[in-house]
């Protein structure tokens, strides 16, 4: 009697072992599958969120057909350039090599894409690479794009500070020949800042990791000399 008692308990005891290993199992299976949802949500929010941010922006006239910068002069040779207002890199390029990028504009020689990106608004304290890139969409706009950014890069503020502000920025504006009311509205109404995310965004999913980026037919240009510039519009003509 005692043993068919023990083979009883024996029994109850591994139907309560295999209930709770398939309660676990359960458990486990349905926390899986809340955690891939929310990985999936996660996901699709995320891609939303990349899309607006890329996808959602007006580009200013003389912009090219994608929408990542401003196209000055048509030669054959397609010479795209990366810069950020805040850049002393980009500043140094520009007192090296902006009149060898002039001339070659003049010359027929270049179709030139300005990309002004965003990279540097953490070393300052007002995001002053997306508001001047910005402004220089709305210079675009009243057709002085290159002598507005040329004036920036003069004017250029140290890093980890404000920056210029926006009321510097229309001064600028209107001292390149820019109609002073339709500028600055355009430069306090953030017009175009959509639109430098949109670049910016662009240029890092075109792997410009820095600034400034010379690209010769999306070639790059490792030493950015006149020299070098010169030499890659001229083998891409060929």
């Given at each position: 009697m005692?043993?068919?008692?023990?083979?009883?308990?024996?029994?109850?005891?591994?139907?309560e072992?295999?209930?709770r290993?398939?309660?676990?199992?359960?458990?486990?299976?349905?926390?899986?599958?809340a955690?891939?949802?929310?990985?999936?949500?996660?996901?699709?929010?995320?891609?939303?969120?990349?899309?607006?941010?890329?996808?959602?922006?007006?580009?200013?006239?003389?912009?090219?057909?994608?929408?990542?910068?401003?196209?000055?002069?048509?030669?054959?040779?397609?010479?795209?350039?990366?810069?950020?207002?805040?850049?002393?890199?980009?500043?140094?390029?520009?007192?090296?090599?902006?009149?060898?990028?002039?001339?070659?504009?003049?010359?027929?020689?270049?179709?030139?894409?300005?990309?002004?990106?965003?990279?540097?608004?953490?070393?300052?304290s007002?995001?002053?690479?997306?508001?001047?890139?910005?402004?220089?969409g709305?210079?675009?706009?009243?057709?002085?794009?290159?002598?507005?950014?040329?004036?920036?890069?003069?004017?250029?503020?140290?890093e980890?500070?404000?920056?210029?502000?926006?009321?510097?920025?229309?001064?600028?504006?209107?001292?390149?020949?820019?109609?002073?009311?339709?500028?600055?509205?355009?430069?306090?109404?953030?017009?175009y800042?959509?639109?430098?995310a949109?670049?910016?965004?662009?240029?890092?999913?075109?792997?410009?990791?820095?600034?400034?980026?010379?690209?010769?037919?999306?070639?790059?240009v490792?030493?950015?000399?006149?020299?070098?510039?010169?030499?890659?519009v001229?083998?891409?003509?060929?």
């Amino acid at each position: 009697m005692s043993n068919r008692k023990g083979r009883k308990d024996a029994a109850r005891v591994v139907r309560e072992q295999l209930a709770r290993e398939r309660r676990r199992k359960r458990t486990l299976w349905i926390s899986l599958g809340a955690v891939v949802v929310l990985v999936i949500a996660g996901l699709i929010g995320w891609s939303v969120w990349s899309g607006q941010q890329s996808d959602e922006y007006a580009a200013p006239p003389g912009a090219n057909d994608a929408g990542t910068g401003v196209v000055v002069g048509s030669g054959p040779v397609t010479l795209d350039i990366y810069e950020d207002y805040l850049c002393p890199a980009c500043k140094q390029f520009e007192q090296s090599s902006g009149a060898t990028v002039e001339q070659l504009i003049s010359d027929g020689k270049v179709r030139v894409v300005y990309h002004p990106v965003a990279y540097l608004n953490r070393y300052s304290s007002t995001e002053y690479s997306t508001r001047s890139s910005a402004a220089a969409g709305c210079a675009a706009e009243g057709g002085r794009f290159t002598e507005f950014s040329k004036a920036l890069f003069e004017r250029q503020p140290p890093e980890g500070g404000a920056g210029l502000s926006n009321d510097e920025l229309i001064d600028i504006g209107a001292e390149v020949g820019l109609d002073r009311d339709a500028f600055g509205s355009c430069v306090r109404d953030g017009r175009y800042r959509s639109w430098t995310a949109h670049v910016t965004a662009e240029a890092s999913r075109a792997d410009v990791t820095g600034t400034p980026t010379i690209l010769v037919d999306g070639e790059p240009v490792r030493e950015w000399t006149p020299e070098n510039i010169i030499a890659a519009v001229e083998a891409a003509g060929r």
